[in-house]
């Protein structure tokens, strides 16, 4: 489903569209359980 | 508490609750009453969205969780993210294109007006009753610590949130959200350096990480697909995901809460904003309990940490056996005290045998102590103590009473109540909109002017609040209370996901077969919970493929029967 245009921009400098944004929270999500597995591994 | 502690209490709750009826006063408009202003910022709809979820039980209980199993609870929110990208790609789109003031409107559009009042009564009675836990789970536990009657905490806190959610609808949610949040961030990060500054002065980050790993309590991951364990990677992303799709996606509570941008992209920002957050926030919370745990190694902790229900079973004919159970965790602690020093010292020295022999004895010796804590549980069950045997939930307020000073008792108090006060108001406003939009306009009074709604939105607010309170007087608990909450969702959240999954996805199935689907599912939900113990978060899972998969099912049966019926001539 289309956005209105106006809401098109994000205002967020270099994460332009919204799939950029989805994208990087995403990569964020796995930055964290990557690093909970190795407070996991490294304190067993 | 001393005098300080009480004016920081009062100054910061009533002041914030008599701002947010002061700034939104006069205002009487139906839309800005259910919606909120329609210039909110999204970092207002960010934290407003983070402070109806995160109760008081999140901050009281969690690092409870924490000292007793370690982390792992943070896996139950690594579907958050995923659930809220979803939501604000496809759900948010959808509900401000057709500008509905409460989700179930949606249905209603979608399918047909049977449909919308069972998403919006699922919503009630779930809400109604989880409404009644979050203000009595942190009430039974501040009034026992604190001496303070349980039922006047529940009253004065309960009113206190009814007023100004009732004068200034949803514009008074949100402003005040703002202000708790703050103090409650505050309260935490305070509690947080107090503690760091309270460990021994020779103790490393490092070393404090050490000793929580060595007792299991930084497995924060948990790769195995054992289902019946209740916290693990894929119980938490696809139970998880689940029941963050329902919650925020379908709960009024937190719809209520996104819709009030003034623009999709404040709303989808704010969405983000908590996408972002949530595990880092829960993964703090949880390490708060860690410490408090890794503390409690070298000061020694009470036996049971609801010391008011020990004292009341001592009274009452258990006193000897509690004290020598008491005088047995004592000796088992002294002894853990000094294979820590031991421990601490091979260590620093890099002689790994000794360090494996200290650790070794280090856990025989916390072994017996944990032993001396189970059994002085069982002794209280025996002497009919009406505490629960979880005590996990008295962790955090017992180290912040013993151990922080005066002002700074006052603050994490306050950001107990914070934290109370903002999630109730989103709750109640939430109900109070629904039953005004759904079931009042929708059915009793179709034709009215703002002005009529507005109060009759008032007085359902209101009604939800006394009935919430009412509960909670009533309410007696016996497992720890986040995952009270958390289960009493779960029960529920699934078969109302799978409403809206259908009605976003599947274009071709209708309100009959929706409805009979979700009303088969729900009773199966009720049915395997009864006789299942598998990890709760799994009954989103089946509760939403049920519904979806009958809902498909039924339509293909009426698509037959419709088929195979005569013709009208």
Known sequence: MKPPADDEDTGLPGLRTWGRVYLAVGVVFVAWVGLLAALTRMFP | ?569
């Open chain 2, 1 to 569: 508490m001393n005098a300080l502690d009480y004016v920081v209490l009062a100054v910061a709750l009533l002041g914030i609750a008599a701002y947010g009826i002061w700034r939104t006063r006069g205002r009487q408009d139906f839309n800005t009453y259910l919606k909120g202003a329609s210039g909110t910022h999204w970092l207002v709809i960010g934290l407003s969205v983070m402070a109806t979820q995160a109760s008081a039980i999140t901050f009281l209980s969690t690092p409870g969780q924490g000292y007793e199993s370690g982390l792992g609870f943070v896996q139950n929110y690594f579907g958050a993210p995923l659930a809220l990208i979803v939501i604000a790609a496809v759900f948010l789109p959808i509900y401000r294109r057709l500008n509905v003031y409460t989700a179930y409107e949606y249905l209603g559009l979608r399918f047909d007006p049977k449909t919308r009042l069972l998403g919006a009564g699922l919503f009630l009675l779930q809400r109604g009753l989880g409404a009644g836990i979050t203000i009595y789970a942190p009430a039974i536990v501040l009034s026992t610590v604190m001496g303070w009657r349980l039922d006047a905490t529940i009253v004065c806190s309960g009113l206190v949130v009814v007023a100004y959610t009732v004068a200034g609808g949803s514009a008074a949610v949100n402003l005040t959200q703002k202000y708790q949040i703050g103090v409650i961030f505050a309260g935490m990060v305070a509690a947080f350096l107090v503690l760091v500054a309270r460990l021994p002065a020779g103790l490393t980050a490092a070393d404090a990480l050490a000793l929580a790993g060595g007792f299991h309590r930084l497995e924060a991951v948990d790769f195995s697909l054992n289902v019946d364990r209740r916290y693990t990677v894929w119980s938490g992303v696809l139970g998880g995901m689940f029941l963050a799709l329902s919650y925020f996606g379908t709960d009024q509570s937190q719809v209520q809460r996104y819709l009030s941008g003034g623009s999709l992209r404040e709303s989808r920002l704010g969405l983000m904003f908590n996408a972002v957050f949530k595990i880092p926030m829960q993964f703090f919370i949880l390490l708060l309990g860690v410490l408090i745990f890794v503390f409690y190694q070298f000061e020694r902790p009470p036996v049971f940490f609801n010391r008011a229900a020990w004292e009341r079973a001592a009274e009452h004919g258990a006193g000897g056996r509690l004290r020598a159970l008491e005088s047995d965790f004592s000796a088992a602690h002294a002894q853990e005290r000094a294979q820590i020093d031991a421990w601490l010292a091979a260590r620093h020295a890099g002689d790994r045998p000794a360090e494996a022999a200290a650790r070794a004895a280090l856990l025989e010796a916390h072994g017996r102590g944990t032993a001396a804590r189970e059994q002085t549980k069982q002794a209280l069950g025996g002497a009919g103590s009406r505490a629960t045997a979880n005590d996990a939930d008295y962790v955090f307020i017992t180290f912040i009473l013993d151990h922080l000073p005066h002002g700074l008792i006052g603050l994490l108090v306050t950001a107990f109540f914070a934290a109370a006060l903002s999630s109730k108001a989103g709750e109640l406003n939430a109900l109070g909109s629904t039953t005004t939009v759904d079931f009042y306009r929708h059915i009793v009074r179709r034709e009215a002017t703002d002005a009529h709604y507005v109060t009759a939105s008032k007085w359902f607010t209101a009604f939800w609040g006394f009935v919430a309170i009412g509960f909670a007087l009533f309410a007696h608990l016996a497992e720890n209370l986040i995952q009270a909450v958390n289960i009493l969702g779960s029960v529920f959240y699934g078969v109302v996901l799978g409403l809206f999954l259908v009605a976003f996805f599947l274009k071709r199935i209708g309100g009959t077969a929706v409805f009979w689907a979700a009303l088969a599912s729900q009773g199966l939900v009720f049915a395997l919970y009864a006789n299942l113990s598998i990890s709760y978060l799994w009954y989103n899972v089946i509760g939403c493929a049920a519904c979806v998969a009958l809902s498909a099912a039924l339509q293909v049966a009426i698509g037959m029967a419709g088929a195979r019926a005569p013709q009208a001539p």
